[in-house]
């Protein structure tokens, strides 16, 4: 069954705790993305990584940390910098074509909570 | 000035009517368009995606671009209650990101609820 996986589903943390989400996936794809969604602001893009042992900043990346150690493995922290962690967090992985088509499939989300 | 405006909604109509869902974006590089579809506490899953001016057409959606007034428009025709949602427009330009991959950037969603 191929797909990507996000855990945990929820997740709640306290104040000045760094926190790490997980996503896995079976595709194939050389490309992993992690985005922030808020209520009205869209997706915004955090961290991507187009290669194993290589990731770039999106345009949010302060306060978050990434690794891929392995093509199927992307995991996002969540560092205490972050000054407003609270949000649904979505990975995706994908590939872009050189005519400019960049397909995403995404996880299922991580809802993180500040307490 | 955002690059994609999409009205937030929410949109609410009557089962079996034509939803038309709309974005305008300001980036003459977009060269692709895309629809997402996310339900509540879901990720989005995609649509439907076009390149050139113009209709295409998949069972009830049809995605309509004009290049020309950077306008994209999704219509569902003969809406039903599970095509509530929230639909995320998207478009993706060449090499936007560092390394020359292509990177996608989404409106602001529309929220639909189609009522029995």
């Known amino acids: 069954d191929g797909g990507i996986t996000q855990s945990p589903k929820y997740l709640f943390r306290k104040e000045g705790q760094n926190v790490t989400l997980s996503c896995e996936q079976n595709?194939?794809?050389?490309?992993m993305y992690w985005y922030r969604q808020d209520p009205g602001q869209g997706l915004r893009l955090i961290y991507y990584?187009?290669?194993?042992?290589?990731?770039q900043k999106g345009d949010i990346a302060e306060g978050y940390s990434v690794s891929r150690e392995k093509k199927e493995s992307f995991p996002l922290t969540v560092t205490s910098a972050q000054k407003n962690p609270t949000a649904f967090y979505l990975c995706?992985?994908?590939?872009?074509?050189?005519?400019?088509?960049?397909?995403?499939?995404f996880g299922p989300g991580t809802r993180l909570t500040v307490l | 000035q955002k690059e994609v405006e999409q009205d937030p909604g929410p949109l609410s109509v009557p089962e079996g009517a034509i939803v038309s869902l709309n974005c305008t974006y300001s980036n003459s590089a977009f060269q692709y368009f895309m629809w997402y579809r996310q339900y509540s506490r879901k990720g989005p899953e995609l649509l439907m995606y076009?390149?050139?001016?113009g209709n295409k057409e998949d069972g009830r959606f049809t995605a309509q671009v004009d290049k020309s007034s950077k306008y994209i428009s999704l219509f569902i025709r003969d809406s039903q209650p599970s095509d509530s949602a929230t639909y995320l427009c998207?478009?993706?330009?060449?090499?936007?990101?560092?390394?020359?991959?292509?990177?996608?950037?989404f409106g602001t969603g529309t929220q639909l609820k189609v009522e029995l």
């Open positions: 995706a992985s994908g590939y872009s074509l050189a005519g400019g088509y960049n397909e995403q499939f």
């Open positions: 595709l194939n794809h050389d490309a």
């Open positions: 990584s187009q290669i194993v042992n290589d990731f």
């Open positions: 076009t390149y050139s001016s």
């Open positions: 998207a478009m993706s330009a060449i090499g936007e990101l560092t390394g020359g991959g292509n990177k996608l950037t």
